[in-house]
């Protein structure tokens, strides 16, 4: 019987501190459990002389494609450098049995050009086309075209498709249904009962900021407009609230963050608290787990990790009223919208809940988790097709 071998081209790596598919790729195969499966991980790299280098980490093969930085650019032309070493890469290593799974839709029209020949050896492509890419409101209107006719290529040209939402699924078959083609939804994993500790990193943050715990509502995500940032900060400045508003997010040489201090004047609120990006997992958890409440404000893509870590492990939610949140979410959060004060509403309602009700919601949550959200349950749906 020959091992499986499953190639994951899209994240930046295997264990990175980066973003969803990062995490994604790191706790699939950190989960799957399974002797006659290789995975093969495409990584990012910067370095010239790592270039088409394999690193073995814990008998993950990690295949560095050397790309160099070209801002936005640089993401689309690293999938491109992986799809097309990979008929060279299956034959020099002589795999056999093998599947590709692809992470977003960057590649665009060359898609079929590079996977033709492998297809018509029968290796499988899946696609993941994560959310819709091209509705994101920090692309020019040219891009998001790009991104179209990108998602348009991929889905026709895959032989499945594996969506992370329900909602992102029936857009799928609606959309592409001239294609008749098969497609999944799998979703994302969290963690129940994971362990937070309190550490160095947490109490130098506390201390800098004046934090108290328990005392603070959170918000945790890429500082980009779509996140509705300038929508919560707007709403948070014109509550009562006696808490804080910590915002975890890396605002470094961010044109968003200079354009929405202009706006807003948020400096003047003492309780908005900008205090960085906290790649430490037992770090972030502290907070998560120590925050009154947290915050999600994302309207583009499908199924968000974040904020499923937040359903397994902060007391309260609040979730932007999105069709993916709201599939997530379900009766175990509160939804607010871009009606003006509507959050207001919501922060004033929590902040007259009694423990009792509190607690009510962290059960609901954490039964969200357990029922649709478990690695296990994931994995599970992966060894299924693959």
């Known amino acids: ?18 973003g969803g598919w990062e995490t994604f790729v790191t706790n699939l195969i950190k989960n799957y459990n399974d002797k006659m499966t290789v995975f093969h991980i495409p990584e990012l790299s910067h370095n010239k002389k790592d270039n088409k280098v394999v ?49 977003g839709c960057r590649v665009g029209p060359i898609y079929p050009f590079l996977i033709h020949a492998l297809q018509k050896e029968g290796i499988q492509f899946y696609l993941n086309p994560d959310g819709l890419e091209w509705m994101r409101e920090k692309w020019a209107w040219w ?21 992370d939402s329900k909602a992102i699924q029936n857009y799928i078959d609606q959309r592409y249904r001239k294609f008749h083609k098969i497609t999944y939804f799998i979703p994302y994993g969290a963690y129940l009962n994971e362990k937070e500790e309190k ?34 900060i707007r709403e948070f400045m ?27 004047h948020f400096e003047e609120d003492s309780r908005i608290k900008f205090i960085g990006p906290v790649y430490d997992k037992s770090s972030l958890l502290y907070f998560r787990k120590n925050a009154y409440a947290y915050i999600h404000g ?32 379900l009766t175990s959060c509160l939804y607010f919208s871009r009606m003006n004060n509507d959050l207001v509403r919501i ?19 954490k ?14 749906e992966y060894k299924k097709i693959w």
């Not at 073995?56 to 070493?85: E, H, R, S, W």
């Not at 922060?347 to 949550?365: P, R, S």
Request: net charge positive; aromatic share 12%.
């Open 1 to 18: 019987m020959h091992m499986k071998n499953i190639i994951i081209i899209g994240a930046r790596g295997y264990e990175s501190n980066y």
């Open 55 to 103: 690193k073995d980490k814990n008998n993950v093969k990690c295949l560095q494609i050397y790309t160099p930085k070209l801002g936005f650019v640089t993401m689309f032309l690293y999938a491109i450098k992986a799809l097309k070493y990979l008929k060279k890469y299956i034959r020099n290593n002589n795999l056999q049995n093998v599947s590709v799974y692809i992470l």
């Open 143 to 163: 891009i998001k075209e790009c991104f179209k006719i990108s998602e348009y290529s991929m889905v026709k040209h895959s032989d499945a498709i594996i969506c």
């Open 199 to 232: 550490t160095e990193i947490v109490k130098d943050l506390l201390k800098k900021y004046k934090i108290k715990e328990n005392n603070y509502y959170l918000v945790v995500g890429r500082f980009v407009p779509e996140n509705n940032y300038e929508l919560i």
């Open 238 to 264: 014109k509550t009562e609230t006696k808490k804080d508003l910590v915002i975890i997010s890396n605002i470094e040489e961010n044109k968003f963050y200079h354009k929405l201090k202009e706006k807003t």
């Open 298 to 329: 994302h309207s583009a893509g499908g199924t968000n990790p974040s904020l499923l870590e937040s359903l397994a492990t902060t007391k309260l939610n609040i979730l932007f009223n999105a069709v993916y949140n709201v599939e997530v979410g």
């Open 347 to 365: 922060i004033d309602k929590c902040e007259n809940f009694d423990a009792k009700m509190i607690k009510k919601y962290e059960t609901l949550a």
């Open 367 to 380: 039964e969200r988790i357990k029922s649709t959200y478990t690695w296990e349950s994931v994995v599970k």
